[in-house]
Each structure stands twice: as C-alpha cells, then as structure tokens.
C-alpha cells in the first residue's frame, strides 16, 4: 500500500486524485520528483527575475528553515544550507531558446533533485534539457536508486505559461 499522497498528472495539471471515496497514493518517486522541479524554489539574490519585480517567490519556510538547527531534512554536517523546496525553472519564462538557456534548465533541475543525493535516496541523478519545439523545454529525467535500479521520467515545460506535461 502506498505511503505517500500520490501526485498525479490530469487534464487540469498536476493534481491528487481520489477513487473510490479515497486520495491515491504513491510509493514511487513521481510527487517528489514532480515537487522538486515544478514548484518555485526562491530566487537567489544574483537571480534576475523575469517580471522584473523583487519578488523571488518560493515556499515561505525556506526563509525560516536555515535558521532552524538542521532545516528541513538536512543534517549538521551541511550546516543547514542546502534543502530548498522546488525549482528555478521558473526562472526561465522570459527567455530565449538558446543553448545557455538550456544548461541552466539542467543545472536549475539537477540542483532541485540534489536532496535525493544528499538524503541518500539516490546514487545519481542525471537530467537532459531540450527544446523539443518553440516555446517548450523537455526533461529525462533518470535516478538510480541505492539498489541499482533507475526511476526515469519525462516532462515537457512551458516556462512562459508554467504548463508541465509528463509523457
């Protein structure tokens, strides 16, 4: 039986889904993986931010949590620095579809699914940016887990609208 609220991808975007009077859950890495790269981590302070306004988003607990002893899910030995909840893709709305462009989708990605590295959830973490058509950037993802074996996942991005698909 799964343990985790599951999820899912639907007509409407990414949703929980229920049956039979029940929210499906989900033991595989898909909601992590999802919420790691689709929800706005906050903006760094040398990020330029695309409305051209001050507000660097994000969820309002990573302001709080480095000042806590440990954060959230880290340990002493990182000096509660490095767990951040979401991606920077969003950072990518107002940009043009050029090769720089992409590695920074690769490194904003890989940089929020690090806490499955450093939480030991995963052995590697390697991801693939590409332009598969105007406008869209598209997302491998592949995880090897401790045991060897690969979680792999696909996405297609709109930065512009924040529409992701999973294929």
Known sequence: MPNDLGI????????CVATAGDVLGDDSLRTAVILSLFCHRRAEDE???????SNKRGWWADTVAPLT????????????TTDRLGSR???????KQLPEVLARAKY?????????????????????ATNPQMGWLALEIIITLPDGST?????????????FLQN
């Not at 990020?47 to 306004?53: E, K, S």
């Not at 450093?118 to 991801?127: E, F, K, L, M, Q």
């Not at 979680?151 to 529409?163: F, L, R, S, V, W």
């Open 151 to 163: 979680y792999t996942d696909n996405y297609n991005y709109q930065p512009a609208t924040g529409i």
């Open 47 to 53: 990020d330029v931010i695309p409305d051209g306004t």
């Open 108 to 128: 904003y990605a890989e940089e929020s699914l690090q806490w499955l590295l450093d939480d030991g959830r995963a052995t590697d973490v390697a991801v693939t």
């Open 8 to 15: 899912y991808i639907t007509e409407l975007g990414a949703d």
């Open 89 to 95: 893709l969003w950072l990518l709305s107002r940009e």
């Open 69 to 80: 002893d440990y954060g959230l899910g880290q340990t002493a030995a990182d000096g509660g």
